[in-house]
Structures are given as structure tokens and as C-alpha cells.
């Protein structure tokens, strides 16, 4: 198994890269989301999958650990193969990925080519019980850009307010849904809980 390849970056391509590396060329599938962050000529460091099939080895290539492991997942799902993995993690951020199977938002994961409405709803099925809490409170604060201040306050009023909700026995998707629903910057967590119990309470 090849965990990642170090290199220079030698093509660039709509379909993925080509690095070289102890004097081989490896050609490195990645959606455009990915590559458009590289330059030619660059050293590079791209975490990998190796898949192995019967038309023969490909490398799937991602820009940190948790791509690949959600590329894991992804493609333990039955009728969800690599290409249909990749194209879903370049429409898309983990946590937005992590956040619509928690949601089931299948309208989200539709938005990948290749993936279709019962495919969507099998991945929800199939990994939702799998994400972690710690998972959770990540997709949940999201991919917020700022002062380093204003987003630790952001981070942890969002994953105080889902542990809260969890311990009074919410159901970890119905708490997500109902924080990603009520959300505001300027809430604080005691704020953003009343509001999504109140969400809750209104259905």
C-alpha cells in the first residue's frame, strides 16, 4: 500500500496530476477542486489510495488524512466506487460532506456527478451511525475563516450546545439539524441551545 507520495509535481491535469519520485512517474488521480491549489514544478506531498481491480492499479490522491479517510468510507459503501468517492470530496469540504450525512441532506451529496438520489440515500444509511462525536463537533463548526479569537469562540459555542443536546438525549442528527438551522455568529452557547430546543420543539 502506498500511504503517500513525496515529489515534483510534473503535470497537471483535469483528471489528476503526475508526481515524480525516485525517478518513476506516478500518475495520481485528483478531482480539479484539488489540484487548481498546486503549482508545476513544486515539491508535493499527496496522501494516496491504492485501489487494486482486475483492468488493473489506481491512485487515488488527496491533500490531507481526513479526505483519505472519508474516501474510505465513502467507497465502503456498496455501489460507491472511487470515482464516485473522488468527484463527491471535490464538489464538497469534509465537514460539509460529514454535516449532510448527519442532516441527511441527499440533495447535497447529489450535487457530486455520478451520484444519484438512492446512491446519496445509502450513504447516509450506511455511514451516519459511524461518525465519531468528535467528527461531529468538527462539521459542525465548519470551515470558519477569521480572526484566530473570533473562531475559537465560534467553534466552541456550536460544539458546547451539541454536547448539551446530547446528554439531554437528542438524537445526534436531530441536534446537528437543528443547530445547522438556528446558527448565528453572534450566538453564544447558551444562546444557540434555547433557540435549537425551541426549533425542536416547534415540529
Same mark, same amino acid.
Given at each position: 500500500? #502506498?500511504?503517500? #507520495? =513525496?515529489?515534483? %509535481?510534473? !503535470?497537471?491535469?483535469?483528471?489528476?496530476? @503526475?508526481?515524480?519520485?525516485?525517478?518513476?512517474?506516478?500518475? @495520481?488521480?485528483?478531482?480539479?477542486? /484539488?489540484?487548481?491549489?498546486?503549482?508545476?514544478?513544486?515539491?508535493?506531498? #499527496?496522501?494516496?489510495?491504492? &485501489?487494486?481491480?482486475?483492468?488493473?492499479?489506481?491512485?487515488?490522491?488527496?491533500?490531507? =488524512?481526513?479526505?483519505?479517510?472519508? /474516501?474510505?468510507?465513502?467507497?465502503? $459503501?456498496?455501489? @460507491?466506487?472511487?470515482?464516485?468517492?473522488?468527484?463527491?470530496?471535490? &464538489? +464538497?469540504? $469534509?465537514?460539509?460532506?460529514?454535516?449532510?450525512?448527519?442532516?441527511?441532506? @441527499?440533495?447535497?451529496?447529489?450535487?457530486?456527478?455520478?451520484?444519484? =438520489?438512492?446512491?446519496?440515500?445509502?450513504?447516509?444509511?450506511?455511514?451516519?451511525?459511524?461518525?465519531?462525536?468528535?467528527?461531529?463537533?468538527?462539521?459542525?463548526?465548519?470551515?470558519?475563516?477569521?480572526?484566530?479569537?473570533?473562531?475559537? $469562540?465560534?467553534? !466552541? &459555542?456550536? &460544539?458546547? +450546545?451539541?454536547?448539551?443536546? #446530547? $446528554?439531554?438525549?437528542?438524537?445526534?442528527?436531530? +441536534?446537528? =439539524?437543528? %443547530?445547522? !438551522?438556528?446558527?448565528?455568529?453572534?450566538? !453564544?452557547?447558551?444562546?444557540?441551545?434555547?433557540?435549537?430546543?425551541?426549533?425542536?420543539?416547534?415540529?
Amino acid at each position: 500500500m #502506498i500511504s503517500y #507520495i =513525496k515529489g515534483t %509535481l510534473e !503535470d497537471i491535469s483535469e483528471t489528476g496530476v @503526475v508526481i515524480e519520485a525516485g525517478g518513476l512517474g506516478y500518475f @495520481v488521480s485528483m478531482p480539479p477542486s /484539488f489540484t487548481v491549489k498546486y503549482k508545476l514544478h513544486t515539491e508535493v506531498k #499527496i496522501f494516496t489510495y491504492m &485501489s487494486v481491480k482486475e483492468d488493473g492499479i489506481s491512485l487515488f490522491g488527496f491533500e490531507n =488524512k481526513k479526505q483519505l479517510q472519508l /474516501f474510505k468510507r465513502l467507497t465502503s $459503501v456498496s455501489g @460507491v466506487g472511487g470515482k464516485s468517492a473522488l468527484a463527491l470530496l471535490g &464538489s +464538497a469540504s $469534509v465537514n460539509e460532506i460529514t454535516t449532510a450525512i448527519i442532516a441527511n441532506d @441527499v440533495n447535497m451529496i447529489c450535487r457530486a456527478p455520478g451520484l444519484g =438520489k438512492k446512491t446519496a440515500q445509502r450513504i447516509i444509511l450506511e455511514l451516519k451511525d459511524k461518525i465519531s462525536t468528535e467528527e461531529l463537533s468538527n462539521a459542525i463548526s465548519g470551515e470558519i475563516t477569521g480572526e484566530a479569537g473570533q473562531s475559537a $469562540v465560534l467553534t !466552541d &459555542s456550536r &460544539s458546547e +450546545a451539541l454536547e448539551a443536546m #446530547i $446528554v439531554l438525549g437528542y438524537g445526534r442528527s436531530e +441536534a446537528l =439539524k437543528a %443547530l445547522s !438551522d438556528v446558527y448565528s455568529p453572534e450566538d !453564544d452557547t447558551s444562546g444557540l441551545l434555547k433557540k435549537a430546543l425551541k426549533k425542536i420543539s416547534q415540529k
